[in-house]
């Protein structure tokens, strides 16, 4: 694009409407709107309503796909962080303050997801069952490093999964919940004393150097397998 | 600071050397700004940008631009910087061989587009290596600022490999916000959504360093 032609898009206010009617117009459904705006809100239907006729019915449905994997990581971070919370195993008040922190956060994922799941027509899956009994039983060390891996996981499969995302605005949201996972994964490998490097791909706080890696769908689901019932 | 009258001139004014294509982008939103309003300018200039090929390499420019100055930063505080824990600047070493990393990374990927890489920008962090804590917060900002750049530019990418490239650099720069924000004492993810930046409210958080 020259000099010239943005300059027409932003005197030109007729080039100007084209340019919003080629990018879904203004009044198109966001899902990151719907997803900063999510807790409790109620306008599923309006939203609905409001969603643009594409023709990429495929690329809803993927997405879709997409979005409840996230939501089942979701409820699983969630559930670890309450039972480690009820379970009064982290005794050091600032540690316990960010696993109530955190814990709180992917409660707000898990609230954003089913409504834009639900926001694009989709039926959001239920929450899995999960067995981190022995993982607390182990004590607080395994349970920091329990975290620590789950929020790498997180984090990798978020980055994994950004590609195959069709919708731009499903997309923006879900890169604005994967850089969390990132800081949650960053923080709690600091805090069990994990180098930068680490031994293995989630083990450090800066694992993969500089440039971190995605996971596939099938190799996250095996990894947290231990920790479903 | 609210009125986008006042943000314009303001930034009309600067000028950044040895960053022709990032000075046009600027310009071009400036010109947008100052008829629709700054906030409302920059996304759809950016969208225009992103269309194809092109648009990703302007993307990847300005992600440039960021990782230089970051790179910098750091560079100049390993060297500069005192009152850092051994800790401290151990992080702080592997922050900068990964900003320096990016930098690499961005330039070689804009040059297969096709592309010409931005230069580096003359860069001035005024009082950042005065102590510890003013370093530390610098870093805190422009971290921050890195990740939501990336990920307010990132939906725009075109390409699927320049979008994966992109997404494995933020998770970086989110994990080096959390380690900074740690070393100050401050929640490292305060927000459950890292808020996406335009291009406009980034280049307002990156003038001050910028040399004109």
Redesign the interface.
Known sequence: ?T?SA??E???DPSS?KR??KM?GGAGAVSAFGV??AACGDDDDKKSTADKPATSKDDGNKGDLKILNYALTLEYLETEFYKQVIASGIVKDKATAN?AK??G??EQ??VD?LISTIKSMGGKPVSAPKTKFEPTLEKGLKAVLETAATVENLG?AAY?GA??SIKN??V???A??????E??????LN?LVGRG?GGKGGLEG??P???????MSEADVLAAVKPFLA | MASSQLVAPELAAIEIKGTTREAFLIRATLAAGATYGAMSATPFITRALAQDAKGDIDILNYALTLEYLEAEFYTRGVAQVKGLSGEEMKLVKEIRDNEKEHVKALAATVEKLGGKPVKKPSLDFGGAYANRASFLMTANVLEDAGVSAYNGAAPLIDSVDVLGAAGGIVQIEARHAALIRLARSKPPAPLAFDKPATMDAIVKKITPFLKS
Do not use: P, W
């Open positions: 694009m000099d943005l300059r898009l932003a005197d100007r340019f919003f990018m997803l900063l960010i922190q955190f709180a956060t707000q994922h954003a984090a980055l950004a590609g731009k605005d997309l923006a949201a890169l604005s919940i994967h850089s969390v990132a800081r949650h994964a960053a923080a600091a930068f706080s800066l993969d150097g500089a440039f971190a890696k995605g």
